[in-house]
């Protein structure tokens, strides 16, 4: 399959990181409360090690549990999220193509036939108009196909 959209989504990136700096915040709050009497190199050297460890811990979150990975070609599709199963659908599969704006204001193409789908193109950093375009391209000629 390709191409492929697996573009860094800062927001959920950073919801990551913010998670484990906070726990680990609270750790040394709660369990070195002397933390606060130490010389200020001490309290740096902490605060520098949450850090480096956030960055790390947040990173492997992301991608187990935020990150997309998108590929399409003429037959289908195929979206992952984390560590979720991977959902595949070929575009004949569906009839009708729009674009619309999901509840978070997320820009979305929805794939529509007896039951629906939708695609995250503001998550993956698509041009939507110009991706809903090449959807209904794709699904029109999948269609076409099996008619013939």
């Known amino acids: 399959m390709s191409p492929t959209y697996s573009p860094v989504q800062i927001n959920s990136l950073l919801k990551s990181f913010v998670i484990f700096f906070i726990i680990q915040a609270g750790i040394v709050i709660v369990f070195f409360p002397s933390i606060w009497s130490l010389d200020i190199s001490y309290r740096l050297l902490m605060l520098s090690i949450n850090i480096g460890l956030s960055a ?3 990173w492997q979150l992301y991608k187990k549990r935020y990150r997309l990975i998108f590929s399409y070609n003429d037959n289908g599709f195929k979206l992952k999220q984390g560590s979720q199963e991977e959902i595949s659908h070929e575009w004949g599969e569906f009839s009708k193509v729009s674009l619309s704006r999901n509840e978070q204001g997320d820009f979305i ?3 529509e036939n ?7 193109v503001s998550k993956l950093k698509l041009n939507p108009y110009d991706f809903r375009t090449e959807a209904t391209r794709l699904v ?3 269609q076409k196909r099996k008619s013939h």
């Open 56 to 58: 790390v811990l947040g």
């Open 109 to 111: 193409i929805r794939l």
């Open 114 to 120: 007896s039951n629906s789908f939708d695609i995250l």
């Open 140 to 142: 029109q000629a999948s």
